[in-house]
């Protein structure tokens, strides 16, 4: 039957939140209404997809709370009692992050009271950082049931996962290793792999498709951030350069590390080679992808999990070259619909480089089965299909 659901992304909408607008459409497409919340508006211009003014205007933000969630701490003093000691207990803190969870408390009371006015009794949360606090003091202050998403490793969401994660109805993960980090640290806790997706009716091969490009080009669609590891693609360049073999570089996003890469570029002599996109909306990634002959994501060290940049590649037929980190062996069969390379390693970046350059036959060939990996893994309204069939369970 047909229900109300809450939908909860901290700073929403964001420039890498456009997976998330598809799950929650997808979920409205099976005739289900969806109440958006989230913790507090982001800055003007954070996102630039074609989504963001209709995204905004339906959430509900949480953050500053109204003066009658902070009136609603007194109606119950035991449920405030119960609140306090939740906080109390969590382990490992200082004052100051203390006191930021005790901060909390209004805007928990703001979440539960919309809900209820609003016939939403279910509320999925798409963080396992403040936002699950947020959560679990909106279960002891208001009885609203709430279900959470992991990402990312844990130790990048804070501590006390344990606590946060006691009342929620289950904790799904987007692979398989996080969902393990959740049993090793929540034994109890249900904990489905739910991977997000892409719309795989959008994201496809150019039809009719482009000819090869005259020198080949490779695509990096992230944040341009020191994990996802641009400077070891760009070494990879280097080391092909000095083979004798050319290639294009199009790296499409914006972060605190822009200015470490340009220099990297110019360092490495790299100016006439790579071309900085700056952040596109989906329809201009989709562009980028579809005029391109390959994708690369060499990320490193913690915070990935399943790239949508990768499903998003896979899904337009890109074989792809990619760290193994996170979920990536799960999404990825190596040397069958793209290539993984071990975490900084510049040598297996640029080998795998050549071998998709000497032989672009061989290089189609991964893509195609890159494209039947996605059909068959990533499509966003299958993935949709999981985590309200899961949350109707509870």
Known sequence: MPQKLGYLVPEFPGQTHAFFWRELRAIEEMGH???IYSTRRPGSGSCPHAFAGEAVSRTRYLFPPSLGAVGDLSISPRRLGRALAYIRQLSGIGIRDRAR?????????????DARRNGVDHVHIHSCADAAHLGALAFILGDLSFSLTLHGDLSVYGKNHASKMRHATFVSAVTVPLAEQIRQISPMTDAP??????DCGRFDAADPAPPENEVFTVATVARLNHNKGHRFFLRAMAQLRDRGIALHYRIAGDGPEKASILQEIADLGLQDQVEMMGSLDE??????????????????????????????????????ICSRIGGTPDMITDGVDGFLVDQEDVTAIADRLALLIADRDAAADMGRAARHTALRLFDHRANAQKLVKRIFQR
């Open 33 to 35: 209404s969806v109440r």
């Open 101 to 113: 969870i005790v901060a909390l408390l209004p805007s928990a009371c703001e979440l539960a009271r």
């Open 193 to 198: 792999v739910i991977m997000m997706g892409v």
């Open 283 to 320: 329809g201009r990634v989709l562009e980028l992808m579809q005029g391109s002959d390959a994708l690369a994501l060499t990320s490193v060290r913690q915070g990935e999990a399943a790239p949508v940049t990768v499903m998003e590649g896979m899904a337009c037929g890109l074989p792809v």
